[in-house]
């Protein structure tokens, strides 16, 4: 079994940086493939960010290349999502996901354990 829980989400205006943090217990955390997910209101949750577990590999949704980063301290047992250039169209509740898996997968039906959020705001 895995736990994550998921902090650093807040209001920033539009063109502001925030960080995500998912620290995770239970399963050895080096082992598994990490993920980050966002849902907002009135839609399907969707993928945002995925890394391998050993962080030599990456996956990011198109909306967020070039501005988001995933990232991992596995002797924190911690993964970061970096957050730039905010838009309002980034406001949603972001998820941390673990996935027993190999590759930084994108599915939803790919992840095992799911954080319970952090609410993320970019005002206009």
């Known amino acids: 079994q895995v736990q994550l829980a998921e902090s650093g989400g807040g209001l920033v205006q539009a063109g502001g940086s925030l960080r995500l943090s998912c620290t995770t217990s239970?399963?050895?955390?080096?082992?598994?493939?990490m993920g980050w997910f966002r849902q907002a209101p009135g839609k399907d949750r969707e993928f945002v960010a995925a890394i391998s577990y050993r962080g030599t590999s990456r996956n990011y949704a198109d909306s967020v290349k070039g501005r988001f980063t995933i990232s991992r301290d596995n002797a924190k047992n911690t993964v970061y999502l970096q957050m730039n250039s905010l838009k309002p169209e980034d406001t949603a509740v972001y998820y941390c996901?673990?996935?027993?898996?190999?590759?930084?997968?994108?599915?939803?039906?790919?992840?095992?354990?799911w954080g319970q959020g952090t609410q993320v705001t970019v005002s206009s």
């Open positions: 239970g399963r050895s955390f080096g082992g598994n493939v």
């Open positions: 996901a673990a996935s027993l898996g190999i590759g930084p997968a994108q599915q939803r039906n790919e992840y095992n354990y």
